[in-house]
């Protein structure tokens, strides 16, 4: 099946410097979304992206869908301590019945260090 | 608070048990995906259903078995738990079966 190749694993950082992570895949996909996990709580959607192309803010966090349909991206400025997480993409195949599940990232764990 | 509920919320069983985890989706979704989450680990997917049909299936053990119901509740059935099952289970909710997903909060499965 499908994978989703999520990159950096992991980052450390200083608050206020800016993060950027991506994700790549080996299949077309028609969504991609964004989310982050805070331990032992379920993941929050941060960022949904629909078009090739498109680039979507919430606040500090700017996503974008890759022209290719096979990779996104997502940038955070001036990072602050909320920050502190887990992030991970999240692409839907074109919506064929049974392909519309939610494929998942790795993850890139975000450390800001003091 | 995504409006997806899960309970209960922590879980310790025994070997070979068997136990039920329910979720109820946000109110007006369709849609109820079930994914797994080992210590440290992704999200695996293991079952989506819409609208009380079946609508696509990971890698789900035949051990687990699950089900939505008319009032679009679903139900994770897990049976002759080892300890590799322990984990955390999310139930994730959307519109339709290809819209953003809202998680709930998980269970956390303890086996001994």
């Known amino acids: 099946g499908q994978q989703l190749n999520q990159s950096p694993q992991s980052m450390f950082i200083q608050e206020g410097e800016d993060v950027s992570m991506n994700c790549t895949s080996s299949?077309?996909?028609?969504?991609w979304l964004w989310y982050k996990q805070d331990p032992g709580e379920g993941p929050v959607l941060l960022i949904a992206?629909?078009?090739?192309?498109e680039l979507t803010s919430n606040g500090r966090l700017t996503a974008q869908f890759g022209i290719t349909r096979k990779d996104s991206f997502l940038n955070i400025s001036a990072s602050i301590p909320s920050d502190v997480g887990i992030y991970f993409c999240?692409?839907?195949?074109?919506?064929?019945?049974?392909?519309?599940?939610?494929?998942f990232g790795t993850g890139t764990r975000l450390t800001i260090i003091p | 608070d995504s409006g997806v509920t899960q309970t209960p919320k922590h879980l310790i069983t025994a070997t070979g048990q068997r136990v039920t985890l329910r979720c109820s989706p946000r109110?007006?979704?369709?849609?109820v995906y079930w994914y797994q989450q080992s210590l440290d680990q992704g999200l695996q997917f293991l079952i989506q259903?819409?609208?009380?049909?079946?609508?696509a299936k990971g890698n789900i053990l035949e051990r687990f078995s699950a089900q939505q119901f008319p009032d679009l509740h679903s139900e994770l059935n897990l049976s002759s738990l080892e300890l590799g099952d322990s984990a955390l289970y999310f139930c994730?909710?959307?519109?339709?079966?290809?819209?953003?997903?809202?998680f709930g909060q998980g269970t956390r499965l303890t086996v001994v």
């Open positions: 994730a909710s959307s519109v339709g079966p290809s819209n953003e997903a809202f």
């Open positions: 299949s077309i996909f028609n969504t």
């Open positions: 992206l629909y078009k090739a192309g």
């Open positions: 999240a692409g839907q195949l074109p919506g064929n019945f049974g392909n519309e599940k939610l494929t």
């Open positions: 109110s007006g979704d369709l849609s």
């Open positions: 259903y819409y609208n009380g049909e079946e609508r």
